[in-house]
Nanobody, 117 residues
Framework: QVQLVESGGGLVQAGGSLRLSCTAS????????MGWYRQAPGKQRELVAA???????NYAHSVSGRFTIVRDNAKNTVYLQMNNLNPEDTAVYYC???????????WGQGTQVTVSS
């Protein structure tokens, strides 16, 4: 069973930055795709960013140019660098991973990100 543990959430002012980390209990090289989802109150969970083992990336339109997903295979960790945050980015962020094209086989417990105006 793959376990994913997130860290790095918190409270930040609009325009600020945060970096989320997600460490896996297995070699992430064995996981084809890793990604980050978020879910704001009253909204559906959405895929924010994903990165495959071959370094293909996919970003939600709302975060493109502001967020960057990075995989560090040596540390079995995936990062989500979030810059120029705005209150609409407030949500619980979930790390996820999968063996196929969509990261939805394994999930972390979630970390809260709150952006104040």
């Amino acid at each position: 069973q793959v376990q994913l543990v997130e860290s790095g959430g918190g409270l930040v002012q609009a325009g600020g930055s945060l970096r989320l980390s997600c460490t896996a209990s297995v070699s992430i090289f064995s996981l084809n795709v890793m990604g980050w989802y978020r879910q704001a109150p009253g909204k559906q969970r959405e895929l924010v960013a994903a990165r495959t083992r071959s370094s293909m990336t996919n970003y939600a339109h709302s975060v493109s140019g502001r967020f960057t997903i990075v995989r560090d295979n040596a540390k079995n960790t995936v990062y989500l660098q979030m810059n120029n945050l705005n209150p609409e980015d407030t949500a619980v962020y979930y790390c996820a991973a999968g063996g196929g094209r969509v990261p939805d086989d394994y999930w972390g417990q979630g970390t809260q990100v709150t952006v104040s105006s």
